[in-house]
C-alpha cells in the first residue's frame, strides 16, 4: 500500500510541474543559503585557527594599549621578559615606513635608473621565523641572533616588494639603501596569505637596527616563547608581574596567550555563523509556507478524487498519508537540490577568497533532515484538511 501511495504522489506532482518547481524553489534558497553560510564559515574558521595555531601553542603576545602610560618596552626590557622562567625567546616587533632606494650600479632591478620608494619595514627578532611551522623563506636565510645581538645591517625582502623591484632576479647579497644606509639582502619571504600579508610589500631587519639606527621608536608589541606549554598559565602570570613593574600600572597592557585567542575567535565566528544561518532559515520558513499553500490548492482541486476515494474505502489516515508524502518529498527534492547549489556556491567563493575548502558529510544530514521537518509540519495541515473530508460533501464538488 505505501508503494502505491508513492507512486500516486509522485504522479500528482509531475502532473504540475512548474508548480511543483516555484513551490520547490523557496526550500532550494534557503537550503542553499544555509549549506553555503555553514560551508564557507567552516572553510574560513578552519583557515585562520590554522595559521593561529602555526604560530604555536606555546606563544604568548604582550601589548600596549595606553602609550600615554609608557612610550614602549626597551632592549633591556626585552632581556627581563627572556630571563623568566621557562621562557625561551622574546620576539618584538616594530612597524614603519621608511625611504628605500636601489642604485642601478649596485643591483640587477627592473629600474635601470635610481629608484625611490617608500615602503613599511618590520623589526623583528630571530624568534620570529620559529613562530610559524611552515617555511617562511622562499630563498636565502633568517634574520640570526648575532645580527640581532650585533644590529647587523641585513634585511629581507617581502615576496610582493621583491617581485615589483626585481622581477624575478635574485638579489641575494646586494645592497638595498634604506634611509640612506646600506643593508645587505640576506632573503625573500614566500608569499604570505591571510593574517600576516602586511609582510608580502614589506622589508624586514633586525629589530635592534630599527631601534637604533632607524629610529623606529620603542616596542609596543612583543611575543614571547614559552619552552613549556603546560605551565604557560604560571608563566602569563609572572608575564603579568613584570608589565605591571615596567609600566608602573596594572592597566594599559594586555598579556595574551594563543589559547585565549583562539577561543575569542572561535566564540565570534559562532555568533556571526548563528545569526547568519538564522537569516537563512527565514527563507525556509517561506518555503514551508509555499508547501503549505500548495498543498491546500491540491486539496481542493482534488477534493472530488478524495471524495471518490473514501466512497471507495479508503481511510482518512491513507488519505493524511499520501498529502504527507507529497509534501515532504517537495521539501526533500528542494533540499536535495539546495545542498548541491549551496556546495557549489561555497567552493566558488573558497576560490575566490583563497581559503581550503571544506565540506562535513553531517552539514548535508541537518539540512536534508531540517527540509524534510518543514515538509512534515507544513504539510500537516493540508493533510488533515484532506482527511476529513466528507465523502458525500466531495462528490458534491463534481
Known amino acids: 500500500m505505501f508503494k502505491d501511495i508513492i507512486g500516486m504522489s509522485f504522479k500528482n506532482l509531475g502532473m504540475n510541474k512548474m508548480r511543483t518547481f516555484l513551490t520547490t524553489l523557496g526550500i532550494i534558497i534557503g537550503i542553499a543559503s544555509i549549506i553555503a553560510l555553514i560551508t564557507i564559515g567552516q572553510g574560513v574558521t578552519g583557515s585562520i585557527l590554522d595559521q593561529l595555531s602555526g604560530l604555536g601553542g606555546n606563544r604568548v603576545t604582550v601589548s600596549l594599549t595606553d602609550?600615554?602610560?609608557?612610550?614602549?618596552?626597551?632592549?633591556?626590557?626585552?632581556?627581563?621578559?627572556?630571563?623568566?622562567?621557562?621562557?625561551?625567546?622574546?620576539?618584538?616587533?616594530?612597524?614603519?615606513?621608511?625611504?628605500?632606494t636601489l642604485i642601478?650600479?649596485?643591483?640587477?632591478?627592473?629600474?635601470?635608473?635610481?629608484?625611490?620608494s617608500y615602503n613599511r619595514v618590520i623589526g623583528i627578532d630571530n624568534y620570529y621565523f620559529d613562530l610559524s611551522a611552515s617555511e617562511m623563506l622562499l630563498s636565502g636565510r633568517e634574520i640570526y641572533d648575532?645580527?640581532?645581538?650585533?644590529?647587523?645591517?641585513?634585511?629581507?625582502l617581502g615576496y610582493d616588494f621583491w617581485t615589483n623591484l626585481y622581477g624575478n632576479y635574485n638579489p641575494i647579497g646586494e645592497?638595498?639603501?634604506?634611509?640612506?644606509?646600506?643593508?645587505?639582502?640576506?632573503?625573500?619571504?614566500?608569499?604570505?596569505?591571510?593574517?600576516?600579508?602586511?609582510?608580502?610589500?614589506?622589508?624586514?631587519?633586525?629589530?635592534?637596527?630599527?631601534?637604533?639606527?632607524?629610529?623606529?621608536g620603542l616596542v609596543t608589541t612583543f611575543d614571547v616563547v614559552v619552552s613549556d606549554a603546560g605551565a604557560i598559565n604560571a608563566t602569563v602570570s609572572q608575564m603579568n608581574d613584570l608589565c605591571a613593574d615596567i609600566v608602573g600600572s596594572t592597566s594599559g597592557y594586555v598579556v595574551a596567550n594563543q589559547q585565549e585567542v583562539m577561543d575569542i575567535v572561535?566564540?565570534?565566528?559562532?555568533?556571526?555563523?548563528?545569526?547568519?544561518?538564522?537569516?537563512?532559515?527565514?527563507?525556509?520558513?517561506?518555503?514551508?509556507?509555499?508547501?503549505?499553500?500548495?498543498?491546500?490548492?491540491?486539496?481542493?482541486?482534488?477534493?472530488?478524487?478524495?471524495?471518490?476515494?473514501?466512497?471507495?474505502?479508503?481511510?482518512?489516515?491513507?488519505?493524511?498519508?499520501?498529502?504527507?508524502?507529497?509534501?515532504?518529498?517537495?521539501?526533500?527534492?528542494?533540499?536535495?537540490?539546495?545542498?548541491?547549489?549551496?556546495?557549489?556556491?561555497?567552493?566558488?567563493?573558497a576560490v575566490l577568497i583563497g581559503y581550503e575548502f571544506t565540506f562535513k558529510i553531517?552539514?548535508?544530514?541537518?539540512?536534508?533532515?531540517?527540509?524534510?521537518?518543514?515538509?512534515l509540519i507544513f504539510g500537516i495541515l493540508p493533510?488533515?484538511?484532506a482527511?476529513?473530508?466528507s465523502p458525500i460533501d466531495a462528490l458534491r464538488t463534481q
Open 383 to 385: 493533510a488533515r484538511k
Open 175 to 216: 645592497t638595498l639603501k634604506i634611509e640612506n644606509m646600506d643593508f645587505t639582502i640576506i632573503g625573500i619571504l614566500n608569499k604570505l596569505v591571510g593574517l600576516e600579508t602586511t609582510g608580502n610589500n614589506s622589508v624586514i631587519v633586525p629589530y635592534t637596527v630599527a631601534m637604533r639606527d632607524l629610529k623606529m
Open 146 to 156: 648575532y645580527d640581532v645581538e650585533n644590529a647587523s645591517h641585513v634585511c629581507i
Open 104 to 116: 642601478p650600479e649596485e643591483t640587477n632591478s627592473v629600474y635601470d635608473y635610481e629608484y625611490t
Open 362 to 375: 553531517s552539514t548535508v544530514l541537518l539540512a536534508v533532515g531540517f527540509s524534510a521537518a518543514v515538509g
Open 266 to 349: 572561535l566564540t565570534v565566528t559562532d555568533l556571526v555563523m548563528g545569526m547568519l544561518a538564522g537569516i537563512a532559515a527565514i527563507s525556509l520558513l517561506v518555503g514551508g509556507i509555499g508547501i503549505m499553500n500548495m498543498m491546500l490548492v491540491s486539496v481542493s482541486e482534488r477534493t472530488s478524487e478524495i471524495g471518490l476515494r473514501k466512497a471507495l474505502g479508503a481511510k482518512p489516515s491513507v488519505i493524511l498519508l499520501q498529502f504527507l508524502v507529497e509534501a515532504v518529498f517537495i521539501s526533500i527534492l528542494g533540499g536535495a537540490l539546495g545542498v548541491a547549489l549551496g556546495i557549489v556556491i561555497a567552493y566558488l567563493a
Open 67 to 100: 602609550t600615554r602610560v609608557t612610550p614602549g618596552f626597551t632592549e633591556e626590557d626585552m632581556e627581563q621578559f627572556e630571563n623568566l622562567d621557562n621562557v625561551a625567546g622574546v620576539s618584538p616587533s616594530l612597524n614603519a615606513y621608511k625611504t628605500m
Open 387 to 389: 482527511s476529513k473530508l
